[in-house]
């Protein structure tokens, strides 16, 4: 098993945060492996990728593939940056490394999760968006949230990244929705999903993600997903993990408040034209417990005003005048969604 061997390498000697494997053409079998600015881009081409298949497939039905070893860790590994959504291969995984770690100590698990966290940002699609990797994930974090807090901020990082290097990635941004709910992620985290919203207007998984994160840095806290995190602490086969407490009720209404409307201005400050984002805001306006009319009336009022500099034009702005128009009949659908319950 070379090839699994030499990207465990790859990936476990580097110190980036960022770290990316991807397909790259060519005929070769072999890993490319080099740091650009500081992240590290780990190249194979199809036959490599195949060739690592396969010699860890051969391991698989080996007389030694069920045994508590290295290799067959080694193996598992290679089966799930390969393969998509093997259950019997991820349970054999996480009980391999159960017991491989009260051989090798928690710098095994962390040098475990370094590798994991780096399937999940790569650019090979089925990978990326693993449910089964994204929920083996959060196990792991559950265990460093609170004792390693900088690997944590490494791991989301790479949740960042994959949120986009795929655009809408319901999985990243579901694992990172969960976190928010859990207490693990802050205003802080807020602030980077709000810049990614708006470099991706159209990513309907950011901006759903930015509705909970506002509810959530709010100070609301989901009792389900508490629910799971207390049951996978408890569930641990490493380290024991403190409770956390489910918060129902949000406990800085007007912050979030002020949140919303300052990220639908911005939306209007910029004329977007795309309606998802809107709506996101109203859910969360009507969530708080506060009526949608204070921003369908700054939509209304921002549609009037637009359209009269476009009537003072007589359209002679060509097709700046089109896309404003598009802008005007997105706000004006608002209250129609409104109407009916959207």
């Known amino acids: ?6 990207l465990h390498s790859h990936i476990t000697s580097s110190t980036s945060d960022h770290k990316t494997i991807q397909l790259i053409p060519g005929d070769q079998v072999e890993i ?3 740091h650009d600015n500081g992240n590290l881009e780990i190249g194979l081409t ?4 195949l060739a690592l298949f396969k010699q860890c497939h051969l391991y698989w ?3 030694d593939s069920r045994s508590p070893t290295l290799d067959t860790y080694l193996m598992t590994l290679g089966y799930m940056v390969t393969t998509n959504e093997n259950t019997t291969i991820i349970a054999l995984h996480d009980t391999v490394t159960a017991q491989l770690y ?5 710098e095994f698990l962390l040098r475990e999760i370094d590798i994991i966290s780096t399937y999940l940002s790569s650019r090979l699609k089925k990978i990326n968006k693993s449910s089964s990797l994204w929920s083996l994930m959060k196990r792991y974090t559950v265990l460093i949230a609170e004792k390693y807090p900088d690997v944590l901020k490494t791991v989301v990082l790479r949740a960042w990244q994959s949120c986009q290097v795929h655009f809408a990635n319901y999985y990243a941004a579901n694992y990172l929705k969960w976190c928010f709910q859990v207490g693990i992620l802050h205003r802080e985290a807020l602030e980077t999903l709000q810049q990614l919203c708006h470099k991706n207007l159209r990513d309907v998984s950011l901006w759903n993600l930015q509705y909970e994160a506002l509810l959530s840095v709010g100070g609301l806290r989901s009792q389900y997903s508490i629910n799971e995190h207390n049951r996978l602490a408890k569930d641990s086969k490493y380290w024991s993990v403190q409770p956390r407490t489910p918060i129902l009720a949000i406990d800085d209404p007007e912050w979030v408040r002020s949140e919303i409307i300052r990220q639908f201005e911005w939306l209007l400050q910029i004329e977007c034209s795309i309606r998802t ?6 859910n969360a306006e009507e969530r ?3 009526e949608a009319d204070g921003l369908l009336d700054l939509a209304s009022n921002k549609s009037s005003s637009v359209r009269k500099e476009i009537g003072s034009t007589n359209g002679s702005e060509g097709s700046v005048t089109v ?3 598009e802008f005007c009949q997105v706000l004006e659908t608002l209250w129609h969604l409104e109407a009916k319950g959207r």
């Not at 098993?1 to 030499?6: A, D, H, N, P, V």
Request: glycine letters at 10%; charged letters at 25%; a positive charge.
């Open 32 to 34: 490319v492996a080099a």
């Open 46 to 49: 199809k036959k490599t990728y």
């Open 323 to 325: 896309k404003r128009m």
């Open 1 to 6: 098993m070379e090839l699994i061997c030499q």
């Open 61 to 63: 039905h080996s007389k």
């Open 102 to 106: 009260q051989e090798h100590g928690e």
């Open 288 to 290: 708080i417990g506060g």
């Open 277 to 282: 984002p809107y709506v996101t805001l109203i």
